[in-house]
């Protein structure tokens, strides 16, 4: 973020932040995802990367509508919740089975919530510059992200928390 005067170029930096941390959950996503064990953890991580290239696009969009080159602005936030989720996930790891599939869990929603504030803070940006499609498809994002959040937190407190605390 260089020399922004205007509300208008701070949503156009956070688009292209959003964009960036988007990319680096999808990076990261795609390691984690092959050491979920749980079938519905799996499918909840595959529908998630689906939704991330869709959000990415319509940030792409937005990005483009104002005028901007149409470029990523490197996600710092992003980046030091993707090195937790790596090493909490892959490099320091719990062997295969609830428990990790349960620190997986806890990496993502971690990197969702990142999102789901983000998003929110654009959408919230959009609004007061009366660019209402924005808002609109800002807002379609946030709930979708919320959604991917609820699914989870449902899967870990009715099945992968109750057979990480089981595994003794």
């Given at each position: 973020?260089?020399?922004?005067?205007?509300?208008?170029?701070?949503y156009?930096?956070?688009?292209?932040?959003?964009?960036?941390?988007?990319?680096?959950?999808?990076?990261?996503?795609?390691?984690?995802?092959?050491?979920?064990?749980?079938?519905?953890?799996?499918?909840?991580?595959?529908?998630?990367?689906?939704?991330?290239?869709?959000?990415?696009?319509?940030?792409?969009?937005?990005?483009?509508?104002?005028?901007?080159?149409?470029?990523?602005?490197?996600?710092?936030?992003?980046?030091?919740l993707?090195?937790?989720?790596?090493?909490?996930?892959?490099?320091?790891?719990?062997?295969?089975?609830?428990?990790?599939?349960?620190?997986?869990?806890?990496?993502?929603?971690?990197?969702?919530?990142?999102?789901?504030?983000?998003?929110?803070?654009?959408?919230?940006?959009?609004?007061?510059?009366?660019r209402?499609?924005?808002?609109?498809?800002?807002d379609?994002?946030?709930?979708?992200?919320?959604?991917?959040?609820?699914?989870?937190?449902?899967?870990?407190?009715?099945?992968?928390?109750?057979?990480?605390?089981?595994?003794?």
């Amino acid at each position: 973020m260089s020399n922004i005067s205007s509300l208008e170029e701070l949503y156009a930096d956070e688009l292209k932040d959003l964009w960036s941390a988007n990319d680096q959950m999808a990076k990261v996503l795609k390691k984690i995802a092959p050491k979920a064990t749980h079938q519905k953890l799996k499918t909840i991580l595959s529908n998630s990367q689906e939704g991330i290239a869709k959000h990415t696009e319509v940030l792409k969009e937005l990005i483009e509508g104002l005028d901007q080159k149409v470029k990523k602005e490197h996600c710092r936030g992003m980046q030091g919740l993707v090195e937790e989720a790596t090493k909490h996930t892959i490099d320091d790891a719990p062997e295969k089975g609830p428990v990790l599939d349960a620190a997986i869990i806890a990496q993502y929603q971690r990197m969702t919530h990142y999102g789901i504030t983000g998003f929110g803070t654009v959408a919230a940006f959009a609004g007061a510059l009366k660019r209402s499609e924005d808002k609109k498809a800002l807002d379609t994002a946030v709930a979708e992200i919320a959604r991917g959040d609820e699914l989870m937190s449902e899967l870990a407190e009715a099945a992968i928390n109750v057979q990480a605390a089981d595994k003794k």
